[in-house]
Protein backbone atom coordinates (compact mmCIF):
# COMPACT_ATOMS: atom_id res chain seq x y z
CA UNK A 1 0.00 0.00 0.00
CA UNK A 2 3.34 2.09 0.47
CA UNK A 3 4.32 1.78 -2.30
CA UNK A 4 1.00 2.11 -4.28
CA UNK A 5 1.12 5.65 -2.35
CA UNK A 6 4.33 7.04 -3.48
CA UNK A 7 3.59 5.99 -7.06
CA UNK A 8 0.31 8.11 -6.94
CA UNK A 9 2.14 10.76 -5.31
CA UNK A 10 4.65 10.85 -8.16
CA UNK A 11 2.01 10.23 -10.62
CA UNK A 12 0.12 13.39 -9.18
CA UNK A 13 3.22 15.73 -9.85
CA UNK A 14 4.11 14.51 -13.12
CA UNK A 15 0.92 14.46 -14.68
CA UNK A 16 0.43 18.29 -12.89
CA UNK A 17 3.46 19.37 -15.07
CA UNK A 18 2.04 18.20 -18.49
CA UNK A 19 -1.28 20.79 -17.59
CA UNK A 20 1.36 23.36 -15.92
CA UNK A 21 4.84 23.75 -18.47
CA UNK A 22 3.25 26.24 -21.05
CA UNK A 23 6.27 27.14 -22.11
CA UNK A 24 8.68 26.81 -25.13
CA UNK A 25 12.50 25.58 -24.10
CA UNK A 26 14.29 24.03 -27.48
CA UNK A 27 13.23 23.10 -30.91
CA UNK A 28 14.07 19.25 -30.29
CA UNK A 29 10.81 19.07 -28.50
CA UNK A 30 9.18 19.19 -31.38
CA UNK A 31 11.08 18.57 -34.39
CA UNK A 32 13.19 15.48 -33.40
CA UNK A 33 9.39 14.20 -31.74
CA UNK A 34 6.04 15.45 -32.91
CA UNK A 35 7.59 16.90 -36.35
CA UNK A 36 8.52 13.36 -37.44
CA UNK A 37 5.70 11.38 -35.68
CA UNK A 38 3.19 13.91 -37.72
CA UNK A 39 4.79 13.15 -40.75
CA UNK A 40 5.49 9.22 -40.76
CA UNK A 41 1.56 9.48 -39.89
CA UNK A 42 -0.45 11.98 -41.67
CA UNK A 43 2.02 12.02 -44.71
CA UNK A 44 3.13 15.65 -43.98
CA UNK A 45 5.42 17.77 -41.91
CA UNK A 46 9.11 19.16 -41.64
CA UNK A 47 12.36 16.43 -41.69
CA UNK A 48 15.12 18.73 -40.52
CA UNK A 49 18.60 17.65 -42.14
CA UNK A 50 19.44 15.52 -39.54
CA UNK A 51 17.02 13.16 -40.72
CA UNK A 52 17.89 13.89 -44.67
CA UNK A 53 21.54 13.06 -43.34
CA UNK A 54 20.47 9.52 -40.96
CA UNK A 55 21.84 10.80 -37.90
CA UNK A 56 18.57 10.43 -35.44
CA UNK A 57 16.78 7.66 -35.21
CA UNK A 58 13.12 6.81 -35.64
CA UNK A 59 12.47 4.71 -32.36
CA UNK A 60 11.31 7.44 -30.12
CA UNK A 61 9.22 9.17 -32.70
CA UNK A 62 7.45 5.81 -34.12
CA UNK A 63 6.31 5.36 -30.09
CA UNK A 64 4.47 9.03 -31.00
CA UNK A 65 3.02 7.55 -34.37
CA UNK A 66 1.57 4.80 -32.93
CA UNK A 67 -0.24 6.88 -30.73
CA UNK A 68 -1.24 9.32 -33.48
CA UNK A 69 -2.03 6.32 -35.58
CA UNK A 70 -4.65 5.68 -32.77
CA UNK A 71 -6.21 8.77 -32.56
CA UNK A 72 -6.59 8.59 -36.16
CA UNK A 73 -8.31 5.73 -36.40
CA UNK A 74 -10.49 6.21 -33.78
CA UNK A 75 -10.98 9.66 -35.70
CA UNK A 76 -9.97 11.67 -32.68
CA UNK A 77 -6.87 13.04 -34.30
CA UNK A 78 -7.47 16.79 -32.95
CA UNK A 79 -4.61 19.00 -32.69
CA UNK A 80 -5.23 19.20 -29.28
CA UNK A 81 -4.83 15.50 -28.31
CA UNK A 82 -1.50 15.31 -30.66
CA UNK A 83 -0.29 17.74 -28.67
CA UNK A 84 -1.48 16.36 -25.33
CA UNK A 85 -1.06 12.16 -25.78
CA UNK A 86 2.73 12.44 -26.22
CA UNK A 87 3.61 14.29 -22.92
CA UNK A 88 1.01 12.35 -21.24
CA UNK A 89 3.24 9.46 -22.36
CA UNK A 90 6.50 10.62 -21.43
CA UNK A 91 4.73 12.32 -17.78
CA UNK A 92 3.92 8.21 -17.20
CA UNK A 93 7.96 6.82 -18.40
CA UNK A 94 9.58 9.80 -15.89
CA UNK A 95 6.74 8.99 -13.54
CA UNK A 96 8.04 4.71 -13.44
CA UNK A 97 11.63 6.10 -13.44
CA UNK A 98 11.07 8.10 -10.31
CA UNK A 99 9.38 5.51 -8.75
CA UNK A 100 12.53 3.00 -9.96
CA UNK A 101 14.67 6.31 -8.10
CA UNK A 102 12.99 5.70 -5.03
CA UNK A 103 12.83 1.83 -5.10
CA UNK A 104 16.46 1.73 -5.73
CA UNK A 105 17.63 4.23 -3.08
CA UNK A 106 16.26 2.12 0.03
CA UNK A 107 12.64 3.55 -0.02
CA UNK A 108 14.00 6.68 1.77
CA UNK A 109 12.02 9.44 2.15
CA UNK A 110 14.72 12.41 1.01
CA UNK A 111 14.81 10.09 -2.25
CA UNK A 112 11.56 10.66 -2.81
CA UNK A 113 11.53 14.13 -1.86
CA UNK A 114 14.58 14.90 -3.29
CA UNK A 115 12.90 13.21 -7.06
CA UNK A 116 10.05 14.93 -6.62
CA UNK A 117 11.05 18.67 -6.11
CA UNK A 118 13.80 19.49 -8.65
CA UNK A 119 12.27 22.55 -11.11
CA UNK A 120 14.45 21.41 -13.97
CA UNK A 121 12.57 17.59 -13.73
CA UNK A 122 9.12 19.97 -13.25
CA UNK A 123 10.18 21.79 -16.45
CA UNK A 124 11.30 19.11 -18.85
CA UNK A 125 9.84 15.70 -17.12
CA UNK A 126 7.07 15.74 -19.68
CA UNK A 127 8.86 17.10 -22.48
CA UNK A 128 8.98 15.29 -25.72
CA UNK A 129 12.87 15.41 -25.86
CA UNK A 130 15.33 12.38 -26.70
CA UNK A 131 17.24 14.05 -23.44
CA UNK A 132 14.02 13.26 -21.61
CA UNK A 133 13.80 9.60 -22.13
CA UNK A 134 17.17 9.46 -22.23
CA UNK A 135 17.28 10.30 -18.63
CA UNK A 136 14.06 7.76 -17.43
CA UNK A 137 15.93 4.67 -19.07
CA UNK A 138 19.19 5.76 -17.18
CA UNK A 139 17.34 6.18 -13.75
CA UNK A 140 15.49 2.59 -14.70
CA UNK A 141 18.91 0.86 -15.41
CA UNK A 142 20.64 2.47 -12.24
CA UNK A 143 17.79 0.76 -10.36
CA UNK A 144 18.32 -2.53 -11.35
CA UNK A 145 22.13 -2.25 -11.57
CA UNK A 146 23.71 -5.10 -9.17
CA UNK A 147 25.44 -2.43 -6.70
CA UNK A 148 24.57 -5.43 -4.35
CA UNK A 149 24.56 -8.82 -5.89
CA UNK A 150 24.46 -10.33 -9.41
CA UNK A 151 22.53 -9.58 -12.10
CA UNK A 152 22.53 -7.80 -15.42
CA UNK A 153 18.38 -6.67 -16.06
CA UNK A 154 20.36 -3.03 -16.51
CA UNK A 155 21.62 -3.89 -19.57
CA UNK A 156 18.60 -3.54 -21.76
CA UNK A 157 17.26 -0.19 -20.38
CA UNK A 158 20.86 1.33 -20.53
CA UNK A 159 21.75 -0.57 -24.41
CA UNK A 160 18.45 1.29 -25.42
CA UNK A 161 19.37 4.63 -24.32
CA UNK A 162 23.16 4.13 -25.36
CA UNK A 163 21.72 2.99 -29.25
CA UNK A 164 19.39 6.59 -29.24
CA UNK A 165 21.71 8.76 -27.26
CA UNK A 166 25.04 7.70 -28.15
CA UNK A 167 26.76 9.74 -25.34
CA UNK A 168 25.04 8.00 -22.59
CA UNK A 169 27.91 5.11 -23.34
CA UNK A 170 30.06 7.92 -21.18
CA UNK A 171 27.80 7.02 -18.04
CA UNK A 172 27.89 3.29 -18.61
CA UNK A 173 31.58 3.19 -19.23
CA UNK A 174 33.02 3.38 -15.97
CA UNK A 175 29.91 1.74 -14.04
CA UNK A 176 30.30 -1.88 -16.21
CA UNK A 177 34.10 -1.60 -15.58
CA UNK A 178 32.77 -1.94 -11.71
CA UNK A 179 30.03 -4.31 -12.46
CA UNK A 180 32.66 -6.84 -14.65
CA UNK A 181 35.36 -6.03 -11.65
CA UNK A 182 32.90 -7.27 -9.08
CA UNK A 183 30.96 -10.11 -10.14
CA UNK A 184 31.30 -13.41 -9.98
CA UNK A 185 31.38 -14.39 -13.20
CA UNK A 186 34.47 -14.55 -15.53
CA UNK A 187 34.66 -10.98 -17.48
CA UNK A 188 34.65 -13.48 -20.62
CA UNK A 189 31.51 -14.89 -19.73
CA UNK A 190 29.95 -11.93 -18.61
CA UNK A 191 30.75 -10.11 -22.01
CA UNK A 192 30.22 -13.01 -24.14
CA UNK A 193 26.13 -14.04 -22.60
CA UNK A 194 25.61 -10.73 -21.48
CA UNK A 195 26.68 -7.70 -22.95
CA UNK A 196 27.39 -8.62 -26.17
CA UNK A 197 23.80 -10.56 -26.60
CA UNK A 198 21.62 -8.11 -25.47
CA UNK A 199 23.89 -4.92 -27.22
CA UNK A 200 23.43 -7.01 -30.12
CA UNK A 201 19.75 -7.55 -29.64
CA UNK A 202 19.17 -4.07 -29.02
CA UNK A 203 20.90 -2.89 -31.93
CA UNK A 204 19.97 -5.16 -34.20
CA UNK A 205 16.71 -4.34 -33.97
CA UNK A 206 17.06 -0.61 -33.68
CA UNK A 207 19.07 -0.61 -37.03
CA UNK A 208 16.43 -2.74 -38.82
CA UNK A 209 13.95 0.15 -37.63
CA UNK A 210 16.27 2.88 -38.84
CA UNK A 211 16.91 1.28 -41.90
CA UNK A 212 13.29 0.66 -43.06
CA UNK A 213 12.39 4.10 -42.23
CA UNK A 214 15.31 6.28 -43.53
CA UNK A 215 14.78 4.03 -46.97
CA UNK A 216 18.79 2.42 -46.90
CA UNK A 217 21.07 0.95 -44.64
CA UNK A 218 21.77 3.40 -41.46
CA UNK A 219 23.46 2.88 -38.21
CA UNK A 220 22.54 5.97 -36.61
CA UNK A 221 24.82 6.01 -33.71
CA UNK A 222 27.74 6.04 -35.62
CA UNK A 223 26.08 8.76 -37.83
CA UNK A 224 25.17 10.55 -34.67
CA UNK A 225 28.80 10.01 -33.83
CA UNK A 226 30.49 11.16 -36.57
CA UNK A 227 28.21 14.41 -37.30
CA UNK A 228 28.35 15.99 -33.75
CA UNK A 229 31.52 14.72 -32.30
CA UNK A 230 33.99 13.82 -35.01
CA UNK A 231 33.40 16.56 -37.53
CA UNK A 232 32.07 18.95 -34.74
CA UNK A 233 29.04 20.06 -36.74
CA UNK A 234 27.03 20.95 -33.06
CA UNK A 235 29.61 23.91 -33.27
CA UNK A 236 27.86 25.52 -35.61
CA UNK A 237 24.64 26.29 -32.97
CA UNK A 238 26.97 28.42 -30.64
CA UNK A 239 29.90 26.84 -28.46
CA UNK A 240 31.07 27.25 -24.22
CA UNK A 241 34.24 27.26 -22.67
CA UNK A 242 34.83 23.60 -21.25
CA UNK A 243 34.23 24.38 -18.43
CA UNK A 244 30.64 25.51 -18.62
CA UNK A 245 29.49 22.30 -17.84
CA UNK A 246 30.99 22.32 -13.98
CA UNK A 247 30.20 25.91 -13.55
CA UNK A 248 26.89 26.86 -14.85
CA UNK A 249 25.02 23.73 -16.76
CA UNK A 250 24.84 20.98 -13.93
CA UNK A 251 24.52 23.58 -11.18
CA UNK A 252 21.51 25.06 -13.29
CA UNK A 253 20.54 21.99 -13.60
CA UNK A 254 20.57 20.88 -10.54
CA UNK A 255 19.24 24.12 -8.75
CA UNK A 256 19.29 24.87 -5.30
CA UNK A 257 19.66 20.60 -4.95
CA UNK A 258 23.42 21.18 -5.82
CA UNK A 259 23.82 22.40 -2.04
CA UNK A 260 22.99 18.74 -0.79
CA UNK A 261 25.22 17.22 -4.07
CA UNK A 262 28.23 19.44 -2.84
CA UNK A 263 27.62 17.70 0.88
CA UNK A 264 27.31 14.42 -0.57
CA UNK A 265 30.06 14.71 -2.64
CA UNK A 266 32.56 15.87 0.18
CA UNK A 267 31.06 13.60 2.62
CA UNK A 268 31.31 10.25 -0.25
CA UNK A 269 35.36 11.63 -0.98
CA UNK A 270 36.11 11.76 3.22
CA UNK A 271 34.52 8.15 3.81
CA UNK A 272 34.20 6.32 0.63
CA UNK A 273 33.57 3.07 2.36
CA UNK A 274 30.63 4.71 3.84
CA UNK A 275 29.01 5.66 0.46
CA UNK A 276 29.96 2.66 -1.91
CA UNK A 277 27.21 3.72 -4.45
CA UNK A 278 27.83 6.99 -4.34
CA UNK A 279 31.59 6.78 -4.97
CA UNK A 280 31.27 4.83 -7.93
CA UNK A 281 28.04 7.65 -9.39
CA UNK A 282 30.98 10.11 -8.62
CA UNK A 283 33.27 8.41 -10.72
CA UNK A 284 30.67 8.23 -13.37
CA UNK A 285 29.26 11.75 -13.73
CA UNK A 286 33.40 13.13 -13.20
CA UNK A 287 33.85 11.20 -16.39
CA UNK A 288 30.49 12.11 -18.05
CA UNK A 289 31.36 16.09 -17.44
CA UNK A 290 35.14 15.82 -18.65
CA UNK A 291 34.37 13.57 -21.62
CA UNK A 292 31.30 16.21 -22.50
CA UNK A 293 33.56 19.31 -21.72
CA UNK A 294 35.63 18.47 -25.01
CA UNK A 295 32.53 19.46 -27.18
CA UNK A 296 32.29 22.69 -27.82
CA UNK A 297 28.20 22.77 -28.25
CA UNK A 298 26.85 22.41 -24.62
CA UNK A 299 23.11 22.71 -23.22
CA UNK A 300 21.73 22.05 -20.07
CA UNK A 301 19.57 19.35 -21.72
CA UNK A 302 22.78 17.68 -22.28
CA UNK A 303 23.54 17.30 -18.13
CA UNK A 304 19.73 16.07 -17.33
CA UNK A 305 20.46 12.41 -17.46
CA UNK A 306 23.10 12.98 -14.92
CA UNK A 307 20.70 14.70 -12.37
CA UNK A 308 19.78 11.30 -10.88
CA UNK A 309 23.03 10.36 -10.06
CA UNK A 310 23.78 13.34 -8.16
CA UNK A 311 20.27 12.89 -6.85
CA UNK A 312 21.28 9.73 -5.04
CA UNK A 313 24.62 11.27 -3.80
CA UNK A 314 22.64 14.09 -2.10
CA UNK A 315 19.82 11.50 -0.94
CA UNK A 316 22.28 8.73 0.54
CA UNK A 317 24.36 11.87 2.93
CA UNK A 318 20.96 13.78 3.98
CA UNK A 319 19.35 10.74 5.03
CA UNK A 320 22.32 10.01 6.82
CA UNK A 321 22.48 13.35 8.74
CA UNK A 322 18.92 12.77 9.19
CA UNK A 323 19.66 10.57 12.44
CA UNK A 324 21.26 13.09 14.20
CA UNK A 325 19.63 16.52 12.86
CA UNK A 326 16.72 18.08 14.78
CA UNK A 327 13.37 18.10 13.43
CA UNK A 328 13.37 21.78 13.17
CA UNK A 329 17.08 21.48 11.37
CA UNK A 330 14.67 18.85 9.03
CA UNK A 331 12.03 20.93 7.93
CA UNK A 332 14.00 24.31 7.77
CA UNK A 333 16.05 22.38 5.42
CA UNK A 334 12.67 20.57 3.32
CA UNK A 335 10.96 23.81 3.18
CA UNK A 336 14.27 25.70 1.81
CA UNK A 337 14.86 23.33 -1.01
CA UNK A 338 11.05 23.30 -2.08
CA UNK A 339 10.91 27.06 -2.25
CA UNK A 340 14.12 27.52 -4.21
CA UNK A 341 12.79 24.75 -6.71
CA UNK A 342 9.19 25.92 -6.99
CA UNK A 343 10.63 29.71 -7.76
CA UNK A 344 12.15 28.87 -11.30
CA UNK A 345 9.52 25.80 -11.78
CA UNK A 346 6.54 28.23 -11.64
CA UNK A 347 8.19 30.67 -13.75
CA UNK A 348 9.93 28.77 -15.95
CA UNK A 349 7.02 26.56 -16.55
CA UNK A 350 4.32 29.49 -16.85
CA UNK A 351 6.11 32.80 -17.91
CA UNK A 352 9.42 32.58 -19.55
CA UNK A 353 9.25 31.77 -23.39
CA UNK A 354 5.48 31.34 -23.19
CA UNK A 355 5.14 33.11 -26.43
CA UNK A 356 5.17 30.47 -28.99
CA UNK A 357 3.46 27.96 -27.52
CA UNK A 358 0.32 30.50 -27.15
CA UNK A 359 0.72 31.26 -31.04
CA UNK A 360 0.32 27.82 -32.39
CA UNK A 361 -3.56 27.81 -31.63
CA UNK A 362 -3.96 31.18 -33.04
CA UNK A 363 -2.00 29.86 -35.98
CA UNK A 364 -4.73 26.96 -36.26
CA UNK A 365 -7.42 28.74 -35.99
CA UNK A 366 -6.19 30.94 -38.89
CA UNK A 367 -4.80 27.83 -41.06
CA UNK A 368 -9.19 26.19 -40.77
CA UNK A 369 -10.78 29.79 -41.37
CA UNK A 370 -8.91 31.88 -43.74
CA UNK A 371 -9.57 32.29 -47.16
CA UNK A 372 -8.62 35.20 -48.64
CA UNK A 373 -10.50 36.95 -51.75
CA UNK A 374 -9.42 34.09 -54.20
CA UNK A 375 -10.70 31.34 -51.99
CA UNK A 376 -6.89 30.08 -51.37
CA UNK A 377 -6.06 29.10 -47.66
CA UNK A 378 -3.27 30.64 -45.19
CA UNK A 379 0.03 30.86 -46.14
CA UNK A 380 2.07 31.55 -43.41
CA UNK A 381 5.73 32.83 -42.93
CA UNK A 382 7.82 32.54 -40.27
CA UNK A 383 10.74 35.70 -39.97
CA UNK A 384 12.44 34.35 -37.02
CA UNK A 385 15.10 32.33 -35.93
CA UNK A 386 14.85 29.05 -37.10
CA UNK A 387 12.60 26.20 -34.87
CA UNK A 388 11.51 29.18 -33.02
CA UNK A 389 8.32 27.68 -32.54
CA UNK A 390 6.60 24.26 -33.04
CA UNK A 391 5.44 23.80 -36.67
CA UNK A 392 2.73 20.87 -38.09
CA UNK A 393 2.41 18.71 -35.19
CA UNK A 394 0.63 21.75 -33.52
CA UNK A 395 -1.72 23.16 -36.24
CA UNK A 396 -2.90 19.65 -37.89
CA UNK A 397 -3.54 21.75 -41.10
CA UNK A 398 -2.00 20.87 -44.18
CA UNK A 399 -1.30 24.50 -45.08
CA UNK A 400 1.51 26.16 -46.48
CA UNK A 401 4.34 26.87 -44.19
CA UNK A 402 8.04 28.39 -44.52
CA UNK A 403 10.47 29.74 -42.16
CA UNK A 404 14.18 30.47 -42.33
CA UNK A 405 16.01 27.59 -42.40
CA UNK A 406 19.46 27.07 -39.89
CA UNK A 407 21.67 24.01 -41.88
CA UNK A 408 25.21 23.93 -40.55
CA UNK A 409 27.58 23.84 -43.80
CA UNK A 410 27.80 19.99 -44.24
CA UNK A 411 29.69 20.66 -47.89
CA UNK A 412 32.18 22.75 -46.14
CA UNK A 413 31.72 26.12 -47.99
CA UNK A 414 33.60 29.04 -47.57
CA UNK A 415 32.38 32.14 -45.87
CA UNK A 416 29.23 29.43 -45.75
CA UNK A 417 25.71 31.53 -44.08
CA UNK A 418 22.79 29.78 -43.63
CA UNK A 419 19.26 31.31 -45.11
CA UNK A 420 18.52 32.89 -41.14
CA UNK A 421 21.84 34.49 -40.90
CA UNK A 422 21.55 35.94 -44.32
CA UNK A 423 17.89 37.23 -43.75
CA UNK A 424 18.83 38.96 -40.61
CA UNK A 425 21.99 40.41 -42.31
CA UNK A 426 20.04 42.55 -44.68
CA UNK A 427 16.28 41.60 -43.97
CA UNK A 428 14.53 43.85 -46.85
CA UNK A 429 17.05 42.76 -49.16
CA UNK A 430 15.95 39.08 -48.73
CA UNK A 431 12.16 40.16 -49.07
CA UNK A 432 12.81 41.41 -52.02
CA UNK A 433 14.54 38.66 -53.45
CA UNK A 434 12.78 35.44 -52.14
CA UNK A 435 9.21 37.01 -51.90
CA UNK A 436 7.10 38.03 -54.84
CA UNK A 437 5.08 41.34 -54.29
CA UNK A 438 2.33 41.25 -57.47
CA UNK A 439 -0.03 40.09 -57.41
CA UNK A 440 -0.71 41.28 -53.55
CA UNK A 441 -2.27 37.37 -53.36
CA UNK A 442 1.36 36.21 -54.12
CA UNK A 443 2.31 37.45 -50.77
CA UNK A 444 2.22 35.16 -47.63
CA UNK A 445 -1.43 35.17 -46.65
CA UNK A 446 0.22 35.86 -42.73
CA UNK A 447 3.59 36.92 -41.38
CA UNK A 448 5.13 35.83 -37.99
CA UNK A 449 7.80 37.59 -36.32
CA UNK A 450 9.43 39.07 -33.00
CA UNK A 451 8.94 42.64 -32.35
CA UNK A 452 12.04 43.53 -32.72
CA UNK A 453 11.97 43.07 -36.54
CA UNK A 454 9.36 44.82 -37.28
CA UNK A 455 10.93 48.23 -37.67
CA UNK A 456 13.79 46.69 -40.16
CA UNK A 457 10.71 45.59 -42.64
CA UNK A 458 7.90 48.12 -42.18
CA UNK A 459 8.53 48.88 -45.92
CA UNK A 460 7.09 45.02 -46.25
CA UNK A 461 4.52 44.91 -43.46
CA UNK A 462 2.62 48.07 -45.06
CA UNK A 463 0.89 45.41 -47.16
CA UNK A 464 -0.30 43.55 -43.51
CA UNK A 465 -2.55 44.52 -40.66
CA UNK A 466 -1.16 43.44 -37.59
CA UNK A 467 -3.65 40.64 -35.65
CA UNK A 468 -2.13 39.08 -32.95
CA UNK A 469 0.38 40.83 -30.14
CA UNK A 470 1.33 37.63 -28.06
CA UNK A 471 3.72 38.05 -24.68
CA UNK A 472 6.68 35.85 -24.83
CA UNK A 473 9.34 36.94 -22.17
CA UNK A 474 11.13 39.29 -20.39
CA UNK A 475 14.34 39.68 -21.57
CA UNK A 476 15.25 40.66 -25.39
CA UNK A 477 17.71 39.06 -27.02
CA UNK A 478 19.83 40.18 -30.60
CA UNK A 479 17.64 38.27 -32.88
CA UNK A 480 14.46 38.42 -30.63
CA UNK A 481 11.89 40.99 -29.01
CA UNK A 482 9.82 40.91 -26.36
CA UNK A 483 6.70 39.74 -27.99
CA UNK A 484 5.76 37.65 -31.13
CA UNK A 485 3.56 39.33 -33.87
CA UNK A 486 0.98 38.11 -36.39
CA UNK A 487 0.06 40.23 -39.37
CA UNK A 488 -2.25 39.17 -42.05
CA UNK A 489 -2.33 40.35 -45.83
CA UNK A 490 -4.33 43.16 -46.31
CA UNK A 491 -7.20 42.11 -48.74
CA UNK A 492 -8.58 44.46 -51.45
CA UNK A 493 -10.21 47.99 -50.03
CA UNK A 494 -8.38 47.57 -46.82
CA UNK A 495 -6.86 50.11 -45.91
CA UNK A 496 -3.05 49.44 -43.72
CA UNK A 497 -3.24 52.60 -41.36
CA UNK A 498 -7.00 52.49 -40.62
CA UNK A 499 -6.88 48.61 -39.52
CA UNK A 500 -4.11 49.27 -37.24
CA UNK A 501 -5.73 51.86 -35.26
CA UNK A 502 -8.48 49.51 -35.47
CA UNK A 503 -6.67 46.56 -33.74
CA UNK A 504 -4.98 48.83 -31.31
CA UNK A 505 -7.80 50.26 -29.61
CA UNK A 506 -10.26 46.65 -29.67
CA UNK A 507 -6.78 44.82 -27.98
CA UNK A 508 -3.90 47.44 -26.91
CA UNK A 509 -0.77 46.21 -27.45
CA UNK A 510 0.97 44.40 -24.77
CA UNK A 511 4.42 44.61 -23.36
CA UNK A 512 6.87 42.50 -25.61
CA UNK A 513 8.51 39.39 -24.38
CA UNK A 514 11.30 37.02 -25.32
CA UNK A 515 12.28 34.05 -27.26
CA UNK A 516 15.10 31.15 -25.72
CA UNK A 517 18.35 31.52 -25.73
CA UNK A 518 18.28 27.95 -26.99
CA UNK A 519 16.45 28.58 -29.88
CA UNK A 520 19.00 26.95 -32.71
CA UNK A 521 18.36 23.97 -33.91
CA UNK A 522 20.72 20.83 -32.84
Same mark, same amino acid.
Given at each position: ???? *?????????????????KTYFVPDEYWQSLEVAHKLTFGYGYLTWEWVQGIR???? @???????YKLLALLQLDSAQ?????PRLLQALLTTYSDYRFYVWTGKRKWALFLILVPWFSFYTG?? =???? =??????? =????? *?? @??HGEGTAYLWPAAICCFLRPTAAIIWLPLTVYHLRKSRLSVLELILKRFFVIGLLVAGVGIAIDTYWHGQLVVTPWEFLKYNIFNNIGSFYGSHPWYWYFISGLPTVLGINTLPFIFGLIQTVRKTEKFPVSKQLLIAILVSLLVLSTVEHKELRFVSSLQPLCLYVASDVLSRW? *????? =??????? /?????LNALPAWYFSTIHQKGPIELMPKLRDIAQDYRDERDHRANILFLMPCHSTPYYSHIHENVTMRFLTCEPNLKQQENFKDEADRFYDAPMHWLRSHIPVHPRTALPSHVVLFDSLGDKIS????? *??????????? /????????SILVYQRLQSGEDNAFNRKEFQEAEPA?? @???????????
Open positions: MRLL *YVFGLILAVRLASVFVVSYVY @PLAIAALLLVLLSR =TLAN =TLEASLI =TIALS *YF @PWS *YKASR =TKLWLAA /FFILLEFLTN *YKLLHNIEHAE /FVESRIGKME @PEALPSENLFN
